[in-house]
């Protein structure tokens, strides 16, 4: 999956023989996250009332769609520019209206999964979703997953050609391939800067073991996840403040790593 | 099938003649090859006790070979004596023989030598010598005294003899039944009780020449296994797989039928022909037929079940006295009761245990019930509460006092998700269905997300965290998820037992050997009275409130599952949890878990990024 692809070059994909399928202006996919359209597949007629509040008074737009049928049809003919989908639903497995919708958008995927289902949601990640929440979750979580969706997906070719990564004390000259933390300059092998930058590309992004095994050491790499974690130990102990309590390379336990992004 | 239940090696013979001819391991047989641990003990020895007393094995005629001998022999001895002196009552000499006879022998031997003396000392002593005709009239009383004195003494003494015979016999008798009973009193479990049943028959009925003896019972669709064996050393237990699916049969014949079956089977060994008898014995008790006893012997070991309907061999009359027969066959038939009210004790023992743990099972629920019912309505009671209020018409709230209620709904909803997770774990737990997925994980990664989520739920405000988790942890395999619910348990409970300000602390390092990861988790509560210690890790055990200094304003809040949760992940782990505590200073939960050798302890395995080529865009994250 390629991931440069804007807003507006995905909807181009859309099926032209419907009715509403045009091609975006440019204009509109640039616009800022208030107003934008967030389409929540879940057969919960209650979540569904929670969620819209608050995604109404957060100033975006909400559609529903209860089941998976449904929800592929509304992606194709509404151009939500956020799913929230729920992997649970009565007509069809989640994990399928991820892969279908996935032939032909790259609108931001957020999955909803119950605890327990580590799997589905490394499945899920796999097949393009951008981002995971497990139920039963706050709306403060889901409204900030939404927005850094929306960010990713707005600016997503601009981040690789930024000379520059800055997270809360950590930053990073790409230019310069110099790491510093609170100002202190910090000495990576080749592999962790590869790492980290690979992380800071994405930053925000939950990217799964198998993803970064698979980018930064290839695909005969990509089941030595414990391995990872002892890569990911010692890079902590250099980046990290604390690194019993990481504020930069986030753990998701199970299902891979973040890196924390500006808020 | 049932070869796979040989395991137990055969006992070590103890037969101290070994056949040098017999040779050991390779013997053609027909149709089976059967190994054959050692030659098979003589059963026939001849020592002078046995001659004195012959119990069972000395063919019938010869305690009449002994009676014309021992009169041969009397008359040899009273002719010598004569020589030299002569002795009135020298006749006295043939009781002895008389005595002996009837002792040794029984009643009839001691018939024929009463007779047999009678007429040698009226032939060879009484004048006319070698004539059966007597001058004397004297001598005829003589003679009648010792016809009579002799037929006297000799069915008297049979008769004690028998009634001696029949005492030892009912001694034996009520001694292998004690020691059956006794067997079956200690027996532990099923398993170990069947295997001492037959090999306690097998030594009792081994020198009547069983050889082998086996336990079948039928499982749910009524099909027979072998459950138990026992083989001497002659035989290999490998009798058992002779003609296997027949033996299926029989068993399953018995059991449907309840009268016992045998047969004979014809061995080819190298040198000499063997055949045994395979008697298969209903195991009755008052349900049925609930199993069937296998014994393999000697062609005379049939003789043990007289009513047996044989097959596959032509009768044999091993001329056998009757009553020693029956007494053998009686004690195997009280063997066989015996050992089928065991079994049958045992399944309605193994009922009675599954009856008690469904009833405390049930006990369980209504416990769980009336807890979690309290549990989970308070909360519930407070959200509907809360959100009826703020939906309450025509009521204006201060926005202030309408962002308490909605906060008081937020805690309770929180409540009763951890309420619920709990609850499905002990279930999960519980049911075994939640076995540990071990991966090789870093404990600290584990604390460090569940610290995240207790600050992101506000959870974390009041108090202070320590970390003291050395930099050089190894991984260890542990299920994150149930590790992560540990620690979520045991930091709450900090948390919620500890006062505002304290300080909480959470230390790891390894110990050992063998190796072991130790976590501490340390807070400044209160703490747990010493009896206590050890009950807060049981299900809805709840230190007593009363205890807790806050406790008048805000009984701490839970159902008592989570330590029992936190218990449970760590035993299946393999790991061992306790709880320290001063009271007045707080508490320490400790828990540990196995480190095995062969962990990742670097990232060798893993090249450097100048080995192979760095992705030069980010964006190749392919799904």
Redesign the interface.
Same mark, same amino acid.
Do not use: C
């Given at each position: 999956?390629?991931?440069?692809g804007s807003p507006s070059e995905s909807r181009s994909l859309l099926p032209s023989d419907k009715g509403e399928a045009r091609l975006a202006s440019p204009a509109t996919s640039a616009r800022p996250p208030t107003g934008a359209r967030v389409l929540v597949i879940d057969d919960e007629p209650e979540i569904w009332r929670a969620v819209r509040a608050g995604l109404i008074s957060a100033g975006f737009t909400a559609e529903w769609a209860s089941t998976a049928a449904e929800g592929i049809d509304l992606s194709a003919r509404w151009h939500p520019d956020v799913l929230i989908l729920d992997l649970s639903l009565p007509d069809q497995d989640g994990l399928d209206v991820c892969r279908q919708v996935?032939t032909w958008s790259q609108v931001p995927i957020i999955v909803l999964s119950v605890?327990?289902k580590?799997e589905d949601k490394v499945t899920a990640l796999? %097949?393009?979703a951008d981002d995971y929440l497990t139920k039963?979750f706050?709306m403060a979580?889901l409204l900030a997953r939404i927005r850094v969706a929306l960010r990713h997906a707005a600016y997503?070719?601009t981040?690789?050609d930024q000379a520059r990564f800055e997270t809360g004390g950590l930053v990073i000259d790409f230019e310069r391939r110099q790491v510093t933390v609170e100002g202190r300059d910090v000495h990576l092998?080749?592999?962790e800067y590869?790492l980290l930058?690979?992380l800071?590309?994405?930053a925000g992004k939950v %990217?799964t073991h198998r993803?970064i095994l698979?980018?930064?050491?290839?695909p005969a790499?990509e089941q030595?996840?414990?391995? %990872?974690?002892?890569?990911f130990?010692?890079l902590r102990?250099k980046i990290e403040p604390?690194?019993?309590?990481?504020r930069y390379l986030?753990?998701? %336990?199970?299902i891979g790593y973040r890196l924390r992004e500006t808020e | 099938m049932a070869r796979h239940l040989f395991t137990s090696p055969p006992p070590p013979d103890n037969t101290p003649e070994d056949q040098p001819g017999a040779p050991r391991n390779k013997q053609a047989i027909h149709r089976v090859s059967l190994v054959r641990a050692a030659p098979p003990p003589r059963r026939h020895r001849l020592t002078s006790a046995r001659l004195l007393f012959p119990e069972l094995h000395l063919p019938w005629w010869s305690g009449y070979v002994a009676a014309v001998l021992g009169v041969a022999l009397a008359s040899g001895a009273i002719g010598l004596i004569n020589q030299q002196v002569h002795l009135a009552n020298i006749s006295l000499l043939y009781l002895l023989v008389v005595l002996w006879l009837s002792t040794a022998f029984g009643r009839g031997p001691a018939l024929l030598a009463s007779v047999l003396a009678f007429l040698a000392y009226d032939f060879f002593f009484i004048p006319p010598i070698y004539r059966f005709t007597v001058d004397d009239p004297t001598e005829w009383v003589s003679l009648g005294v010792l016809l009579v004195t002799s037929l006297v003494i000799g069915q008297l003494t049979a008769l004690v003899q028998k009634r001696a015979r029949e005492a030892r016999e009912s001694q034996r008798q009520t001694a292998t039944l004690y020691g059956l009973a006794q067997l079956i009193a200690s027996a532990t479990d099923q398993q170990s009780l069947q295997e001492a049943l037959v090999q306690r028959i097998l030594e009792v009925f081994a020198p009547l020449g069983v050889e082998a003896c086996a336990l079948w019972l039928p499982d749910s669709s009524k099909h027979p296994h072998i459950q138990a064996t026992a083989a001497t050393g002659s035989l290999s237990q490998a009798a058992f797989t002779l003609e296997e699916r027949e033996q299926v049969g029989q068993a399953r014949w018995v059991l449907a039928h309840g009268t016992p079956v045998g047969w004979t089977l014809t061995v080819n060994e190298a040198s000499t022909t063997r055949r045994y008898t395979l008697s298969h014995l209903p195991l009755r008790c008052q349900s049925g037929v609930i199993g069937v006893l296998e014994l393999v012997g000697t062609p005379e070991s049939r003789r043990l079940v007289p009513q047996l309907a044989l097959f596959g061999g032509e009768q044999q009359h091993t001329g056998k006295k009757a009553s020693e027969s029956d007494s053998s066959s009686r004690l195997l038939a009280a063997c066989c009761d015996q050992v089928a009210l065991a079994l049958e004790r045992a399944t309605l023992q193994r009922q009675a245990i599954n009856a008690e743990a469904l009833r405390q099972s049930n006990h369980l629920k209504d416990a769980l019930l009336g807890s979690v019912t309290h549990e989970l309505r308070t909360p519930l009671a407070s959200i509907e509460a809360a959100a009826s209020s703020l939906l309450s018409p025509g009521v204006t709230w201060s926005s202030a006092e309408g962002h308490e209620l909605l906060e008081s709904i937020?805690i309770s909803?929180r409540r009763l998700?951890r309420l619920v997770?709990n609850l499905l774990d002990l279930s999960r737990l519980e049911a075994g269905v939640a076995a540990p997925q071990p991966?090789?994980?870093?404990i600290?990664?584990?604390?460090?997300?569940v610290?995240?989520r207790l600050e992101?739920t506000g959870q974390l405000q009041r108090h202070q965290?320590e970390?003291k988790?050395p930099?050089d942890l190894p991984?260890v395999p542990m299920d994150?998820?149930q590790m992560?619910q540990v620690f979520t348990n045991l930091l709450e409970n900090a948390l919620k037992y500890s006062p505002a300000g304290s300080i909480i602390r959470v230390e790891a390092r390894v110990i050992g050997p063998p190796a072991e990861l130790e976590v501490r988790i340390s807070d400044q509560g209160i703490g747990i009275p010493a009896s206590e210690l050890k009950a807060i890790f049981d299900k809805f055990y709840r230190v007593q409130s009363a205890r807790l200094p806050w406790a008048r304003m805000r009984a701490p809040v839970g159902t008592g599952l989570g330590l029992a949760i936190c218990a449970n992940i760590i035993h299946a782990h393999g790991g061992r949890i306790w709880a320290e505590s001063q009271e007045g200073k707080g508490s320490t939960f400790i828990f540990t878990l196995p480190i095995p050798d062969g962990?990742?302890?670097?990232?060798?395995?893993?090249?450097?990024?100048?080995e192979?080529a760095?992705?030069q865009?980010?964006?190749?994250?392919?799904?």
């Open positions: 999956m390629n991931t440069t996935r605890r327990g580590d796999e %097949l393009g039963p706050s979580e997503p070719s981040r690789g092998t080749p592999t590869d930058k690979y800071a590309h994405n %990217l993803a698979q980018a930064i050491w290839g790499y030595e996840t414990s391995y %990872l974690r002892v890569f130990n010692q102990r604390d690194p019993s309590r990481p986030l753990t998701e %336990l199970g | 937020t909803a998700n997770s991966d090789w994980q870093y600290g990664e584990v604390v460090s997300v610290l995240d992101l965290m970390m988790l930099e991984l994150h998820e992560e962990g990742p302890q670097s990232d060798s395995a893993l090249p450097t990024s100048t192979r760095a992705p865009t980010p964006e190749v994250i392919t799904p």
